[in-house]
């Protein structure tokens, strides 16, 4: 294996390696994301798309090699030549093992290339939707702590007013005995008005017929005195 080609299938034991990792299950996305705000990530960015292109366009080219390796000794001419003579079949076989060793190095390399970009894309798209989920549930932890906190203030003021009612329907029911009472001690009072006035009138009546029987008897009195006069002025 040329040191080309060792190179490639280094990069590409890397990709597994790497791959693998990111795929562990007992690594959450937050720690991936806390791993990617490492310092010197943001010192290596600049440079990452950079290399993320350059990388693919250089396995692309060794692919699109292999690809034209594989068609040469897979072609007809090669294989003629392998039949003519045995030596040759050799040859040509190992030249096409080692095209499709390339080709599959090269075509996986560029494949897993692609995949850890976006395995790193969707690991942070992930931890940025747990951060924001997070944060809604606590927004609606809080909104629905608010909502039960009114639903209570409602209760308790519907339990206020029911108690107000209860107490409003209790004076009104205790104002009603009272009024009835007043009713009847009112009435009771304008019977016994009624019943003093008819007392005073027939106190007004007899006084008005004693004043006339002293009168009358005043006027019987005064005609005694005058007949009783004469008869004294008689005996004199």
Known sequence: MTLQWTAVA??????????????????SAKRWRLVFSWRIWNWLSPYWNKCFFT??????????DAVREVQKYSGPEPMQDAKVNPNVYDHVHMKLFRAQRNLYI???????????????T????????????????????????????HQEDNRMLKQALLDDEKSMSAKNQQL??????LAVQLK????????????????????????????????????LQNLQSPEDKKDQ
């Open 55 to 64: 990388m693919i366009m250089v396995l692309i080219v060794l692919f699109l």
């Open 188 to 223: 009771a009072a304008e019977e016994a008005v009624r019943k003093s006035h008819a007392e005073v009138e027939a106190m007004k009546r007899q006084a008005k017929g004693l004043a006339q029987e002293y009168d009358r008897l005043l006027r019987e009195h005064h005609q």
């Open 176 to 181: 009603k005995v009272e009024v009835e009472k």
């Open 10 to 27: 280094l990069f590409l034991y890397g990709e597994i390696a790497v791959n693998l990792i990111l795929c562990l299950p007992f690594i």
């Open 122 to 149: 969707l690991l942070n798209q992930v931890a940025i939707t747990l951060e924001t989920s997070a944060g809604l549930q606590a927004q609606m932890d809080t909104a629905v702590k608010a909502a039960r906190q």
């Open 106 to 120: 090269s075509g996986f390399s560029l494949f897993l290339w692609l995949i850890m970009r976006r395995v790193v």
